[in-house]
């Protein structure tokens, strides 16, 4: 048995208003005046002076707003690397991510790729990343994906959607300010939420549990009850409690997997666009035969919040188009392997996932 190595973040500063401590924290990390400091920030934060005045920029530190409509490709990684080496003179200072996970794992990938050769697909796998990323943080404005502690950065390539899992790719400091994540849309807050939920699920109930997944998986998932299901906290502590479910939830899955729910809605996203947080919830309203009360408990969440899941996305779908989505979802072996063990290609079977598919 060979046990994994696992990197860690390895400074987290967590409170309400810690986002101003910001400049103090990155000041020192500075190479020199020439070195800038570019800050990826969500579009969505455009004109909001509450967020944005608070952003520290001197000397030729720059501020890049990223829609984050669609997912991470990895030519819009290459992109802004390319942007970011064509306009300063030295290789930067670091890398700041201000958003949520799509803007965290860019601001993860364009660390990587500046003192990287190639293109970001290059990279896509596991161990494949040469050199030491530059110096990276995130802070993260809606919380769930656990994006801000894990080792991998998720993209979609010209032929996959693959993270890029490396040692070098968790973050070298993450500000966890719950404040942040103030105005989120209820939907968005939700989907993103039970990404985290999903996480602890998949992990709880899959074959790779060992204690330190179960650990960090029993109190992610009790800080998901907290929030979504009980109903007598406060928006300030529901926010910092999801924001803690956010990174025990990553935690957990660092050490184990995430299961049926995520390969299946990786099929969606590969081949519809479908988000991250909203495609895990279309795919997991329908796994109750694997996950019987994750299921249950989910079904009563979505009442209790209000939330309707859009149906019959499948329904325009011809077999070309099951195809691809039933090959990216069986593509992805250690997520089955996880789920139902090592026999897992006995039961799961393409007739079996496209039946699935076509009730959503
Ligand atoms: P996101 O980053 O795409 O953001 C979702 C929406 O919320 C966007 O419209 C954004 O503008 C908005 N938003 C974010 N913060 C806000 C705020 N404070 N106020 C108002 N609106 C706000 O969503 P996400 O669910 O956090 O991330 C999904 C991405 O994360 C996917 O690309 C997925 O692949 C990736 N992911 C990565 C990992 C990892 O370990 N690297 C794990 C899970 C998911
Ligand atoms: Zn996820």
Redesign the pocket.
């Known amino acids: 048995m060979n046990y994994k190595n696992f990197p860690m973040v390895p400074r987290v500063v967590f409170g309400r208003g810690s986002f101003n401590q910001l400049n103090e924290i990155i000041t020192p990390k500075r190479l020199n005046t020439k070195a800038p400091f570019i800050f990826l920030v969500?579009?969505?934060?455009k004109g909001k002076a509450w967020?944005t005045s608070r952003i520290p920029l001197s000397y030729d530190d720059k501020l890049l707003y990223i829609?984050?409509?669609e997912?991470?490709k990895t030519s819009q990684v290459d992109a802004i690397v390319e942007g970011i080496i064509l306009s300063i003179k030295e290789r930067p200072s670091g890398i700041i991510g201000v958003?949520?996970?799509?803007?965290?794992?860019l601001a993860?990938a364009v660390s990587i790729m500046l003192t990287n050769e190639g293109t970001a697909s290059d990279y896509q796998g596991w161990d494949l990343v040469k050199n030491p990323a530059i110096y990276h943080v995130a802070v993260?404005?809606?919380?769930?994906?656990?994006?801000e502690?894990?080792?991998?950065?998720?993209l979609t390539g010209p032929e996959k959607?693959l993270?890029i899992n490396s040692d070098y790719?968790p973050f070298n400091q993450v500000i966890l300010d719950p404040e942040?994540?103030?105005?989120?849309?209820k939907n968005?807050w939700f989907?993103?939420g039970m990404?985290c939920y999903i996480?602890c699920i998949e992990s709880l109930n899959g074959t790779y549990l060992n204690t330190f997944s179960q650990s960090y998986g029993e109190k992610a998932l009790d800080l998901c009850k907290e929030v979504f299901v009980n109903g007598k906290l406060t928006a300030e502590e529901s926010q910092d409690k999801l924001m803690m479910a956010s990174w025990h939830g990553?935690m957990s899955?660092a050490y184990s997997q995430v299961g049926v729910a995520h390969a299946m809605s990786y099929g969606l996203?590969y081949l519809l666009g479908t988000?991250?947080?909203i495609g895990n919830c279309i795919v997991f309203n329908y796994l109750e035969e694997f996950y019987p009360e994750g299921v249950k408990l989910f079904k009563d969440m979505m009442k209790r919040h209000n939330i309707d899941l859009p149906k019959g996305i499948c329904a325009h779908l011809d077999d070309e188009h099951y195809d691809t989505m039933i090959k990216v979802a069986l593509s992805l072996e250690p997520l089955w392997e996880n789920a139902i063990g090592k026999d897992w290609k006995k039961t799961i079977t393409y007739d079996r996932l496209k039946a699935l598919y076509q009730k959503m």
Do not use: C, N, W
């Open positions: 969500d579009d969505v934060f967020l829609s984050s409509e997912e991470p958003g949520g996970g799509t803007i965290m794992d993860k993260p404005t809606i919380s769930g994906t656990g994006a502690v894990s080792r991998t950065t998720v959607k993270g790719t942040l994540t103030k105005d989120i849309p968005q989907y993103t990404d996480h990553g899955i996203s988000k991250h947080g």
